[in-house]
């Protein structure tokens, strides 16, 4: 336990001291400012089209300034975003080792490669949640200076409660990049298949077969204000794929060459 | 005899690159062994099987009398090592990347990253990030997070590269220290022997992967080729009255008589007497001991210069 602690310690100050949590915030906060503009303008539609915000073509149909709707959004845009911020974290946390060289000093030491493995996802998990309330707390901010209606208890428990599963299953979802950015050595390849994998959820949820897909189900999950028509067998599809990603990073930490 | 490193029949092959092959050493307690050879010769790859990043294609390691298995948490406690170019984490100051290494050795002392912080004269840097060190002050902290935990042995893999010339002398005598005073082994991997010959006390000489040689430091003194070089006016004639009193004489592309005979090195002032007496008096004569790197590139088959008729 003390050697975790102090794997954990040392995740912390190198990711505290880097640029990337101020980086990964930014680009965050780029979420909740979209929303807030098009919460704004269905909320003003006259006013943002005498000023210049949208033109006249502008097609506000589907969208309305209330909790609900800004939340489900929220959440949508957390399945959808968060499988790329989440996984340029976990590409970063890992990937770095191998980019600027210093992986071999976490290799003959007595502490278990295990314990450094488990830390730097501990620090994955922990750096994803920050991010999802920060970016939760914004959003509600915002919601609240544009003055969104149907703000009932009720709505605020279950959208807090559907972001932060949606977080979860997220962070799960992206524990496999990590085993990328070790089997890349670096940054490229978990963000490629960041990107793949987003393409595909996209093709994948139109032809239907989306609860199959674990990095589709975040995204499915949110609809219908939380759960969407997903089954059991999707959760633990997002479960193996997190578990895949830990082991399959143990194992090769373990037993594959370390050149680097 | 206790053994803190031994191999037998180590090898590690890439595809159809074999990049060390045969490889068995014995390193004994206490003892500073150079491991020397070209770049790509194999010394990093040994220290890496040797320190478990590496799983050897054939044979085995054994490292304080631990098997070395890959991802195992023995015996590196008591192990410290600096591998090719020392990394440390860029935004961390040097105080900081000590602390992480020391962090990852547990049961070292908080202040063991002052003291060694001290000792390898990173004082002034302590606070500076490590991505703004220079190469001297980034091998130094290299060398301080190899030796922060007190280890019984050390790898170090070319660990003068990029000091100054007090830089060495300082670690070179930091590393007598470390071994005269604290029994600790090293294991010390380089190219460059005029260097390793004053540090170490045994030289294994590895090319291709195959280890050449393996040699006492007075040994080496004695593997050196030496050779008496002479200059006269009449070459010929210096040469045919050399060979008619027993001396031969290799002519060489310079205008240099070479003798290689043990009689002419021991004796060069008979020589002078004898070329004056038959009217042939030397202009030059001079012997000449091989140097260390002309004696190494003459072992790994990459002759230095010399220059045979």
């Known amino acids: 336990m003390h050697d975790l602690t102090n794997a954990v310690w040392i995740e912390l100050r190198k990711a505290t001291r880097s640029r990337m949590p101020l980086f990964t915030a930014l680009g965050f906060l780029v979420l909740p400012c979209g929303l807030a503009f098009f919460m704004f303008i269905y909320k003003y539609p006259t006013f943002a089209r005498n000023i210049g915000l949208i033109s006249a073509k502008a097609n506000l149909v589907g969208g309305a300034a209330t909790w609900p709707y800004y939340l489900g959004v929220l959440g949508q845009a957390i399945a959808i975003g968060g499988i790329a911020v989440f996984s340029l974290v976990e590409s970063w946390v890992f990937g770095r080792e191998f980019v600027d060289g210093t992986l071999k000093d976490l290799l003959a030491v007595p502490v278990a490669r295990a314990n450094i493995l488990l830390a730097k996802f501990l620090v994955v998990a922990l750096w994803s949640l920050l991010l999802t309330v920060m970016l939760f707390l914004v959003s509600l901010l915002f919601g609240a200076v544009i003055g969104l209606s149907q703000g009932t208890a009720e709505v605020f428990w279950q959208g807090t409660a559907t972001l932060a599963v949606v977080a979860c299953l997220t962070i799960v979802n992206v524990f496999p990049f990590a085993f990328f950015a070790s089997l890349g050595r670096g940054y490229l390849l978990p963000m490629g298949v960041t990107l793949l994998v987003i393409v595909i959820a996209n093709f994948i949820v139109v032809a239907g077969w989306g609860n199959y897909f674990p990095w589709a189900v975040p995204a499915l999950y949110t609809q219908a204000g939380g759960k969407g028509n997903l089954e059991a067998a999707s959760y633990l599809l997002v479960l193996f794929t997190g578990l895949a990603g830990l082991t399959g990073t143990y194992f090769w930490w373990r037993f594959a060459d370390q050149n680097r | ?309």
């Open chain 2, 1 to 309: 005899m206790n053994l803190p490193i031994e191999t037998v029949d180590l090898g590690k092959r890439y595809g159809k690159v074999i990049a060390v092959k045969h490889l068995s050493l014995r390193v004994a307690e206490g003892e500073i062994y150079a491991f020397l050879g070209l770049n790509g010769a194999g010394k990093t790859t040994t220290i890496r099987m040797l320190l478990g990043m590496i799983k050897p294609t054939w044979g085995s390691a054994q490292v304080l009398n631990t098997r070395i298995r890959p991802g195992s948490r023995e015996p590196w406690a008591s192990v410290g090592y600096l591998v090719e170019t020392p990394h440390s984490y860029p935004e961390l100051t040097v105080f900081e990347n000590l602390e992480v290494a020391r962090r990852l050795h547990p049961g070292t002392a908080p202040e063991a990253v002052g003291r060694i912080i001290e000792r390898m004269g990173l004082s002034a840097y302590a606070d500076r990030r490590a991505g703004t060190l220079s190469l001297g002050n980034a091998q130094r902290l290299g060398l301080a997070k190899a030796l922060l935990h007190t280890p019984r042995l050390l790898f170090l893999d070319e660990p003068a590269n990029g000091l100054d010339p007090a830089g060495i002398v300082e670690i070179r005598e930091l590393l007598l220290e470390l071994t005269r005073e604290q029994g600790v082994t090293v294991f010390l991997a380089s190219h460059i022997l005029a260097e390793v010959s004053r540090l170490a006390q045994r030289i294994g000489i590895i090319h291709q992967g195959h280890l050449l040689q393996e040699m006492d430091v007075d040994e080496l003194e004695r593997n050196r080729r030496r050779r008496l070089l002479l200059r006269a006016r009449d070459l010929e004639a210096a040469r045919l009255a050399l060979a008619t009193a027993g001396y031969p004489a290799e002519m060489l592309r310079d205008g240099t008589l070479e003798l290689t005979d043990l009689r002419s090195l021991e004796h060069p002032d008979d020589i002078a007497s004898l070329l004056v007496q038959v009217g042939v008096p030397p202009m030059q004569v001079l012997v000449e001991e091989e140097d260390l790197e002309q004696y190494f590139l003459r072992l790994v088959g990459m002759n230095g210069g010399q220059n045979h008729a």
